[in-house]
């Protein structure tokens, strides 16, 4: 017997299983499995009525919330195509990706009306523009908001068995680097099974409850939305990052694990009131979105009182790839165990790492050959909207270009050492900008890192540090220079240390070294810059 592989069974074993349980906490709105699954099948419903047919992309622009999870589900009930939005792009991006997608449909948070009015025009498309929540104020939106069109709606549920497992169930856009921002489809199949791989390796319990600290718009929301209602947890959405809130939610809905970026993990283990609150529920913290470091990793599990590792991944992989949990019969010290639950991990099950040179034959793997990443697995993308080339050269041979340069070494652990478009290349050598940072902070001053290439009159290009120093932090370019020294080979250590008040970070606070390398490109290693 084969029954198609869709994350809709994921609900509805938690609507028949776990129906009195919780299953959502957002906004001040509390709803159980039985309910969210209802207004699940409303939503679907709901697109149906509208003449929503099968493979339609629906968008929506806003920040977490039960009614985008609800999304994740009533989207695909209509047999329609869920297009979660960047809150943080701009109107021409928006707009960019609203009519390559073909969107008929987006649903606004109130707080993003004036955007959309700003560029609504240029959207020959989109039929409907629904409110998310409170009154339709405006002439050019539905009359019903979302509650109201969802509680006229009659419930819907198709038949799970005429699924086409290998159509597309989600798509998400990449921030575009050299071109403009690319589709990504992912299917019901690469969804499903993505899910079973992520809770194998994570252990994911029953009844877990989950912080949504990453955006429910960023890479398939880290796989949340999945795998959590498969087991029947508790979804606490997380609207912006706010430390307090967060300490909040986890002392009043005792939370058991969240994900983060570096910034978001590095601000709230230095968060002055993170003392005044009861953390004991947290079980794991896992770091993903960008390299993490040692020493984050222990200042985590010190701060928390939990077990804190890497994770990695990509869009294009729905997302997660690999985590870097301890495999216990290696039997670190707490040293060296720091040391690898920095990196990004072993393969999930279901999923082969390799890496590559550059005639795609593979490397060693020896923790020393540097090549590039590839990947094949069960959550690899189906390919990108409408780009048949970029997609075939892509998924060249069958397997995954993931664009990181890594090693991986006897023990299957993958340690990303760049991405190739940050490699620095100073006087023919190559260097590893994470390599630079993650040495760097461990100096107790530094807050936050970037390491970007400037040029240099002698070597072509050398290391440049842009540092944000933690509060009340006082310390010297030079001292760092010669903390770099103590712990680097010296073609390596930053030239020079400018300090800055911030970063420059996406929507889910990691670090846009292309607007770094765009905003000091062609300057010297040793001219005055203003940050």
Known sequence: ????????????HAERQYAGRTAVVSRGERFTYRQF??????????????????????????????????????????????????????ASELSFILNDSGASILFIDPQFMPLVESFRRQLPAVRIFCALESAAEKDWLMPQNYDDWLNTAIPYRCDISSIDEDEVAELFYTSGTSAQPKGVMLSHRNIYLHALQTCLAFNVENGSVELHTI????????????????????????????PEAIF???????VTQFNAVPFMATVLVNHPKRGDYDLRSLRRIVIGGAASSPTLIREVEE?????????????????????????????????????????TGYAFPGVELHIAGPNDEWLPEDGKAIGELIARGDGVMKGYWKQPELTGEALRGGWLRTGDMATIDENGYVLIVDRKKDIIVSGGENIS???????????????????????????????????????????????????????????????????????????????????????YEGKNAHSPIRA
């Open 1 to 12: 017997m084969n029954i198609p592989l869709s994350p809709l069974r994921f609900l509805r």
């Open 37 to 90: 699954g209802e207004r699940v099948g409303r939503l679907a419903g709901a697109l149906r009525e509208a003449g929503v047919r099968s493979g339609e992309r629906i968008a929506f622009l806003g920040t977490n919330s039960h009614r985008l999870l609800e999304a994740y589900y009533g989207v695909l009930e209509a047999g329609a195509v869920l297009l979660p939005l960047n809150i943080r792009l701009s």
């Open 215 to 242: 955006p429910l718009f960023h890479a398939n929301g880290w796989g949340i939305a999945h795998f959590l209602t498969m087991l029947g947890g508790k979804h606490v959405m997380v609207e912006s990052f706010d």
């Open 248 to 254: 909040r939610f986890i002392e009043t809905e005792g």
């Open 303 to 343: 701060a928390f009182d939990c077990t804190c590792f890497s994770g990695y991944g990509l869009t294009e992989t729905s997302p997660a790839l690999s985590c870097a949990s301890v495999k216990p019969e290696l039997g670190w010290t707490d040293q060296e165990r720091y040391i690898k639950q920095a990196m």
């Open 433 to 519: 900008s994470l390599e630079v940072e993650k040495a760097m902070l461990a100096h107790p001053a530094i807050l936050e890192i970037a390491v970007i290439p400037v040029s240099d009159n002698r070597w072509g290009e050398v290391p440049k540090a842009l540092v944000v120093l933690k509060h009340g932090a006082a310390v010297t370019e030079t001292e760092l220079i010669d903390f770099s020294r103590s712990c680097l080979t010296h073609y390596k250590c930053p030239k020079t240390v400018q300090f800055v008040e911030s970063l420059p970070k996406t929507g889910t606070g990691k670090v846009l070294k292309k607007n770094l390398r765009t905003q």
